[in-house]
């Protein structure tokens, strides 16, 4: 199975070919020649990336020949996409990652994955709704819902289940003491 950080680069160059191969397919529509040759980098930067294990750095040099034609041909285009900054890129890259990293995973890890995240909204969305719900357990959930998150995006099943437990407990020390109160 693949490692972390390398599915993290393989997600990184997929957003950014996606974003810029759509772009210039949008300004290369009516040219032939330049929509042939857009598919030939995308078709390699996708080989290459699908490859076992796969070339990021063959994939990383389909992406910067499509960098280099956007900047040369469309860079005053109004619709020219920016780079994301950093926050926003890792945020992108870490939906890609959660795609690319849950494909490596057996079906039945995926299942019990989708099962776990099933019952882990159901709890959060019933924690969050309950009456007499305050702030500091609101954040307190969310909180340890997102840690539970977090657990399942990098596969720990063991983790985000004892993460759920622990928003439940904190659920009902939380309910407990608003009835005190």
Do not use: N
């Amino acid at each position: 199975m693949a490692g972390l950080y390398e599915i993290w680069q393989r997600a990184e160059v997929s957003r950014r070919l996606d974003v810029l191969s759509g772009f210039i397919a949008m300004c290369a529509a009516s040219d032939d020649d330049a929509r042939r040759r857009l598919d030939q980098l995308v078709a390699g930067a996708h080989a290459a990336l699908s490859a076992s294990p796969p070339d990021l750095l063959l994939a990383s040099d389909h992406l910067d020949e499509l960098v280099w034609w956007a900047d040369t041909e469309w860079a005053d285009h109004p619709y020219r996409p920016v780079e994301a900054r950093p926050e926003e890129a890792d945020r992108q890259t870490r939906d890609y990652a959660k795609d690319l990293r849950r494909a490596a995973l057996p079906v039945d890890v995926r299942d019990e994955m989708g099962r776990i995240e099933l019952s882990l909204q159901v709890r959060f969305l019933a924690l969050c709704r309950q009456p007499g719900v305050d702030r500091r357990m609101r954040q307190d959930v969310f909180y340890v819902a997102g840690r539970a998150s977090m657990a399942l995006d990098l596969g720990h099943l063991e983790a985000a289940e004892r993460e759920i437990r622990r928003m439940e407990q904190v659920g009902a020390v939380r309910s407990r003491e608003s009835r005190r109160g």
